[in-house]
């Protein structure tokens, strides 16, 4: 095992480009990223100091006047002639063709270049004109396309957790890869630079927050996207001003020049997704879509997926990797976090469609971010400088701060758009006939009272959601810290039928950690890591099913968004603390015996079922699954089996 704090210098410093490649500022404290479109990553100095969280909320009634965060962010640049990609420092990676770059564009101006080049169509929402984006047949991450390098006797060797998840490729493949997309990059005329953090920065916030602390951890990102002028289909354009509009929207943005001069990220990614990997086959590649990180290297390639979540999802696996490995280690979490107005933090954990990004977006809190995040010495820190919602059903009333902040500056992608009576594009919500991942990606200043810091302090209570479609799991229950390691573990949803081809009944979906896709290292060190921060804390640990009540999916119903928030709100304000508890038979958890605004035939699933010799059945066929699951992780760290369900058989 390599010494994990060898390199704490460099962990210091992760930054993102995607497609021009500057020089970080020694004062800023980042990961960084860079993409063409390049992304480049600089991991946290464990020396320089952070800012002291504390609750900064920002309400329209109560901004300062003067200022605003869409007019406010404005770095941009375009830098033309012969040694435009000398003066960006693209000649680092290799290329060197471009002659004009489109660098740090204002949200106006990504949308002005949107337009022109012909790249989607605007749709009117109820708060604002908002552009729309169609990804082509990708409207989803392609986990089987994922690799990563391996290199013989490295550190990363060592650490991943090879496997499906973390699939190996060779250092030729790699060098072959990106020769192809260096190649293709050179061969444009323009190009998009776009310069971002990853990881909220204390230097940043110093005016607002003066009293600081060690241990915050960014990265600085750059993103390079070249586009085709000959808008021909879209199929065939290239990287364009839309993807710089996505990172825009979903990393935290420069607010002065100063901030990026000489900008250097320390992780790369290349993202030529109008290419394919055409020779796939002879590279044992799994299709001609490829996304391959190479982290000795510091650099990856992306090639055939137009969807900008890859570009997401890769910075948080590698802040999956280097995170943990850090003295003192820090926890990376796929999780959503917000603060009340007396400082308590709350994290939300859940896979997609479990309610993660709804239920922290609570107009009685300051939300601090709605999907990645780390946990460090001093508290919670968002990754990210924005959101990405799914639209699918989404309505005002049952979703008002997601709904109200698809306006301008927002970007709506792959969701249906029709015309109204009055001819007027509107979006569709309710129309998934392109796919159910619709989703919105927007700034995180578009949520009213968001918390600016994007940091808090040490978390009172985290919320493990679960979609469960048999029918079994409670509304809400209580976990012991052996429980909580064992559930974080387990990353218990479900599909139903419909959802994916093939699934005509319930189906569990066990993601470690909830996001397995994303772990780097072997799911226990993580687990190991929260049970340490559970300890240290006195966190509370609860698990919410958002899922069925009365009867599994086809029989029962789906719990209302109206009792799920009472349950949340019996958990934040304390209720569930102090109420009274039965123990639940086959998953060993503690039942509240009732909450406020909760109907108390609920709290205990087997009360709501007509057929209890169904429930009981039921339950043990659940119970199960889950400990056929957990196998897998048996003789590995700390025997957590003891804390699953009880089974018959």
């Known amino acids: 095992m390599f010494n994990h704090t060898r390199n704490l210098s460099r962990l210091a410093h992760r930054t993102f480009r995607t497609l021009g490649v500057r020089k970080l500022s020694s004062t800023r404290v980042t990961r960084g990223l860079s993409s063409v479109s390049t992304l480049r990553f600089v991991p946290p100095n464990h ?21 605003c965060p869409r007019t406010n ?55 604002g004109e908002t ?5 082509g047949k990708f409207t989803g991450r392609s986990p089987k396309d994922k690799w990563i390098v391996l290199n013989k006797g490295s550190e990363s060797e060592a650490n991943i957790d090879w496997g499906s998840v973390n699939q190996p490729t060779s250092p030729e493949v790699f060098d072959a890869l990106y020769e192809k997309a260096v190649n293709y990059f050179s061969s444009k005329e323009k190009a ?37 002028c000959q808008p021909t289909d879209s199929e065939k354009m290239h990287e364009m001003a839309w993807q710089q509009h996505f990172v825009t929207n979903m990393f935290i943005r420069p607010e002065t020049k100063e901030q990026i001069e000489n900008f250097e990220p320390d992780f790369t990614i290349i993202n030529a997704c109008s290419q394919v990997a055409e020779d796939w086959e002879e590279h044992d590649l799994n299709s001609d879509v490829a996304v391959v990180f190479n982290i000795e290297k510091k650099c990856a390639v992306i090639f055939g997926t137009w969807y900008g979540g890859e570009n997401k999802k890769g910075i948080f696996s590698l802040m999956n990797y280097w995170l943990p490995m850090n003295d003192p280690p820090v926890l990376p979490m796929h999780c959503s976090a917000n603060v009340g107005k007396d400082g308590d ?10 309610g993660k990004t709804t239920l922290s977006a609570d107009p009685q809190r300051a ?18 400088g924005g959101c990405y919602a799914k639209t699918i059903n989404l309505a005002e009333e049952t979703e008002p701060d997601i709904y109200r902040a698809i306006k301008t500056d927002a970007m709506l992608e792959n969701v249906k758009v029709v015309e109204d009576e009055n001819g007027i594009k509107i979006p569709d919500y309710f129309d998934v006939s392109k796919t159910e991942n619709g989703r919105v990606s927007y700034p995180i200043f578009h949520i009213d009272g968001y918390n600016e810091a994007q940091m808090a302090g040490h978390p009172e209570n985290f919320i493990f959601l679960t979609c469960d479609a048999f029918g079994v799991l409670p509304p809400v229950s209580k976990l012991t810290p052996g429980q909580a390691m064992y559930h974080f573990i387990s990353g218990y949803t479900a599909k139903v039928a419909g959802t994916e081809r093939g699934i005509t009944e319930p189906t569990p979906n066990f993601s470690a950690c909830f996001g397995a896709a994303f772990l780097t290292l072997h799911p226990t ?48 304000g304390g209720d569930a603390a102090m109420a009274e508890y039965v123990k639940d038979d086959a998953f060993g958890f503690d039942i509240p015996v009732s909450l406020p605004g909760v109907d ?43 804390f699953g369900p009880r089974t018959k058989h």
């Open 47 to 67: 020396q320089q100091q952070r800012v002291k969280p504390k609750t900064l909320v920002r309400n329209k009634s109560t901004a300062p006047s003067e200022f």
């Open 73 to 127: 962010y404005n770095v941009s640049e375009t830098v033309a002639g012969a040694d435009a990609c000398k003066k960006l420092n693209l000649t680092s990676l290799g290329i060197d063709g471009p002659t004009t770059l489109y660098h740090n564009l204002t949200f106006q101006e990504l949308l002005e270049h949107e337009i022109a080049n012909g790249e989607g169509e605007i749709a009117v929402t109820k708060y």
């Open 131 to 135: 552009f729309t984006v169609d990804t």
């Open 192 to 228: 998009y630079v776009f310069d971002c953090f990853c990881g909220a920065n204390p230097k940043v916030r110093c005016v607002m927050l003066p009293e600081l602390h060690s241990n915050r951890y960014q990265m600085p990102l750059s993103t390079h996207h070249p586009f085709n």
């Open 345 to 354: 933090t709350a994290l939300f954990f859940g896979l997609s469609g479990t």
């Open 367 to 384: 939300l601090i971010g709605d999907d990645e995040h780390g946990w460090d010495e001093d508290g919670i820190f968002n990754f990210e």
């Open 525 to 572: 060190r993580y687990a190991e890591l929260l049970d340490q921060k559970m300890a240290e804390h006195g966190s509370n640990a609860w698990l919410v099913n958002t899922g069925w009540s009365g009867g599994a999916y086809g029989t029962g119903e789906r719990m209302s968004i109206k009792t799920t928030r009472a349950c949340i709100n019996a958990i934040l």
């Open 600 to 642: 108390a035939q609920m709290l205990n699933p087997r009360n709501s079922w007509a057929d209890k010799g169904a429930y009981d059945e039921t339950a043990e066929k659940l119970a199960g699954m889950f400990s056929k699951n957990f196998k897998k992780y048996s003789g590995v760290g700390v025997d957590l089996t003891e």
